[in-house]
């Protein structure tokens, strides 16, 4: 025992095997992919794929095989956090989209990307979540590069042998007869990529741009073996000039955005007539200022998406719904959002006899929304094919609001000894929301801390723990909830007097409730929400060419937002082993609060993560992490609706609360990702990327009709409870294997590169294959997107 003791005592004490210096501390809380990766992955340009197959710690909850969801509003799930919580940054400018909290307000071309970057909340780094560093383009000498390929989809299917491995999925019998032979796929893709550097004295100018033409195909639930295809292009371009002025370095980034698509939300399994044509146009500029004494950042975003119903009063079944997507009466209109953001850092040092070094910092947010928003004239809602309710619409609406926050504080870190030091974020943000009328405006004062500990900094074996207490941004999806001036809607029983089943004006019944607009009103009690967390890291360095992290971390949210009923609208009645909640009279008013539930959303994350590299020559990585994510969310399941950070009028019915406090749709509970490439032979490069991806957490949903009303509920709880012991089932595993050959061919004066990346090589087609309303008559699927092949090639002089 005493010779073990010793022996990992002068492991953890020992210095960096030669030559390998000590990374930053700030590596053990971030995740980077280098450009020569992002080049030799397949898929490695595409965000998408950084989120699903590369980053160790992420779930992206949209399916995404070689660039498919580029198209897509990316929700991605991190550190257990909302996905309206998550931030993007180019270059650290802070570019999240206000029109769509959680998403990138801007996406710079992809050929001037030289670095992903992915951090971790801490006091180790004064950002989180996603940057797109761009850095010095990688044309050395050149001053041109082109990059063009093209998509060959639906390269087959399942391959032999394979259905061992899909168990407990649908049998062969089962899968000819029962599962739809339409998968979602690529049907047309073709990508090209300029960045040019202009020859200047006087200035280092940057310009790129990228063109992404897609066609894909989607299911269509509304009849078996049948899809539907939806258009969609995305262009990007950008300049970017740097140039020194004195003591300072000037940067100028303007980025401009077009994003179109037929069918918004399609990518969620939704009815095509319930998607919405897209067409979103967002321009940001940005002025940074740098010197060893002070970094200034200036910016402006603005956003503009309008939005069109596919179809007009549309109706909806609720029967055979998987439970996203309930009342699919997106907001709808031209809306618009210009933010503006300045942010200023102070840096500091002393030596005291010992290192004091960090800055002080504020930063500014100005959000200002408006809506030109337009209503159906109403939606019927159907149940068991029969006319159930309709929802009358109050007509169409203009509103502006605004959302912003002050934040102040201080990051800091003191070396106390030479293996011990200590790491300090300190904050104060106060934050508003202004409405005109002004009854629902709202000011939070919000601080917080997060305070880590760093022991054997410069050694081979290093150890960091944190503790924080951090505060909520509060972002625009508030907003669009308290905006009185949007479309109010009323619900009533539908009285369906010649049975046609189709709804005429006049065949309302008595009103059941309100929704929308002016029926939501703000608690005075209202709280803003933080999270408490406990971070703790082991980093060894086994070679100089290796690096092992474990890590763990447990995250518990207070104060989220939440929906109540303003008064008690109904009566409690058991019903088997069930106390049923049953209205005696129409919700007119909603309450916009906290969580009250004693048992409280949190997350806990254990990750190992093995990788090294030859710089320019191989890398390999290996991850694994296991988590959980739990807490009561908005009824239904998927993205869209378990989520802690939603805030959506179901929140209020007790009857939802029925086996609520289960896993968000986030918890992938095992998720295993690898990665590696190296040279065959001089020029000749093979990647591949290996994926192991738990289903989403599901729960059936059990139906009462009492009165007139239909009363739902979750069967179980979704996935399982804290013990692991099995509620509800998850909808399928996602594995991927995917590779690239790449080949690099100089010339004189001209450098080409062809690459041919196969995605999803082997092909598993694991299906969604849950019964859901329908007696087993057919099944709620959503397949993998099938094996495609991208060719490519690169050219720069």
């Known amino acids: 025992m005493i010779h073990f003791l010793l022996a990992t005592i002068l492991f953890l004490t020992s210095p960096f095997p030669s030559p390998r210096e000590a990374s930053p501390l700030s590596s053990l809380t971030t995740f980077s992919l280098s450009r020569f990766q992002m080049e030799m992955i397949p898929g490695g340009f595409y965000f998408p794929t950084f989120f699903e197959n590369l980053a160790p710690a992420t779930t992206f909850l949209i399916e995404e095989s070689n660039g498919f969801a580029l198209l897509d509003p990316p929700r991605v799930y991190f550190e257990g956090d909302s996905i309206t919580q998550f931030s993007w940054s180019v270059n650290q400018f802070p570019t999240s989209s206000s029109l769509n909290p959680g998403t990138p307000g801007v996406i710079p071309p992809l050929g001037l990307v030289s670095q992903l970057q992915l951090a971790r909340n801490s006091p180790l780094s004064s950002w989180s979540g996603m940057n797109f560093c761009l850095g010095t383009p990688p044309l050395s000498s050149s001053s041109l590069a082109l990059h063009v390929s093209h998509v060959w989809p639906n390269m087959g299917g399942m391959i032999p042998g394979a259905t061992f491995m899909l168990q407990p999925h649908a049998t062969t019998e089962e899968r000819d007869n029962l599962l739809s032979s339409i998968r979602r796929q690529f049907t047309h893709n073709t990508l090209v990529d300029l960045v040019g550097r202009p020859a200047l004295s006087f200035l280092e100018l940057t310009l790129g741009a990228t063109y992404f033409r897609a066609e894909r195909q989607f ?260 907003n669009y909830f308290l905006e009185n001036n949007r479309p109010l809607g009323q619900i009533y029983y539908w009285s369906d007097h010649n049975q046609d089943k189709n709804f005429q004006v006049g065949e309302e019944g008595p009103l059941y409730r309100l929704t929308r607009g002016a029926s939501h009103l703000v608690s005075s009690q209202l709280k803003a929400p933080f999270n408490h967390r406990l971070l703790a890291i082991f980093q060894s360095s086994l070679s100089a060419a290796f690096t092992l992290q474990l890590q763990g971390s447990i995250k518990e949210t207070k104060n989220n937002f939440w929906v109540h009923y303003k008064e008690n609208y109904g009566h409690f009645s058991p019903l088997g082993d069930k106390s049923l909640f049953i209205l005696d009279k129409p919700v007119t008013q909603f309450i916009f609060s906290n969580y009250s539930f004693g048992e409280k959303p949190f997350y806990a994350e254990l990750l190992l993560h093995l990788w090294g590299q030859k710089e320019k020559n191989w890398f390999f990585s290996f991850s694994f992490m296991a988590h959980l994510g739990m807490g009561y969310t908005a009824f239904g399941n998927g993205p869209t609706a378990n989520d802690i950070g939603i805030i959506d009028e179901s929140q209020a019915s007790p009857n939802t609360w029925i086996n609520g406090y289960g896993r968000v749709d986030g918890d992938r509970a095992f998720v295993g990702k690898m990665f590696f490439g190296f040279y065959l032979r001089p020029r000749l490069f093979l990647s591949a990327t290996l994926k192991y991806r738990d289903g989403n957490p599901f729960a059936f949903i059990d139906s009462y009709l009492l009165n007139q009303e239909v009363i739902l509920t979750l069967q179980t709880i979704q996935a399982e409870n804290k013990k692991g012991v099995k509620g509800g089932p998850r909808e399928d595993y996602l594995s991927d294997v995917s590779l690239q050959l790449s080949y690099s061919w100089p010339l004189t004066e001209l450098q080409l590169e062809f690459y041919a990346s196969l995605h999803n090589l082997l092909d598993f087609g694991s299906e969604l294959s849950e019964y859901v309303f329908s007696g087993g008559q057919r099944y709620a699927l959503e397949l993998q997107i099938p094996r495609s092949l991208r060719l490519g090639i690169k050219a720069s002089w």
Not at 258 to 264: C, G, V
């Open 219 to 478: 299911n269509d639930f509304n009849h078996f073996h049948q899809f539907f295809k939806e258009p969609g292009e995305l262009t990007l371009f950008l300049v970017q000039a740097k140039k020194k002025i004195s003591a300072f370095d000037c940067e100028f980034l303007t980025i401009i955005n077009h994003i179109s698509r037929e069918n918004l939300t399609a990518e969620l399994g939704r009815l095509p007539q319930e998607t919405l044509s897209s067409h979103r146009n967002s321009i940001f500029s940005g002025l940074n200022f740098s010197s060893s004494w002070l970094r200034a950042r200036l910016s402006f975003l603005r956003e503009k998406n309008n939005l069109n119903p596919q179809t007009i009063n549309l109706a909806k079944e609720l029967m055979d719904n998987d439970g996203e997507g309930f009342f699919p009466f997106e907001k709808w209109g031209e809306f618009q959002a210009k933010t503006w953001r300045f942010d200023l850092t102070l840096p500091f040092s002393f030596n005291l006899g010992s290192s004091l070094k960090g800055q002080f910092y504020i930063s500014l947010k100005q959000t200002n929304l408006t809506g030109k928003e337009a209503s159906h004239q109403f939606n019927p809602l159907l149940f068991n094919n029969k006319p159930y309710q309709v929802i009358i619409w109050q007509g169409d609406k203009d509103w502006q609001n605004s959302n912003g926050y002050f934040r102040s504080g201080l990051q800091a870190n003191y070396s106390w000894h030479r293996d011990i030091s200590f790491y300090l974020k300190l904050f104060f943000q106060p934050s508003w929301l202004h409405f005109a009328p002004a009854e629902n405006n709202l000011h939070f004062w919000q601080s917080g801390f997060d305070f880590g500990l760093a022991f054997f900094e410069k050694r081979r074996n290093r150890i960091f723990v944190a503790y924080g207490l951090i505060p909520w941004e509060i972002r625009e999806n508030v």
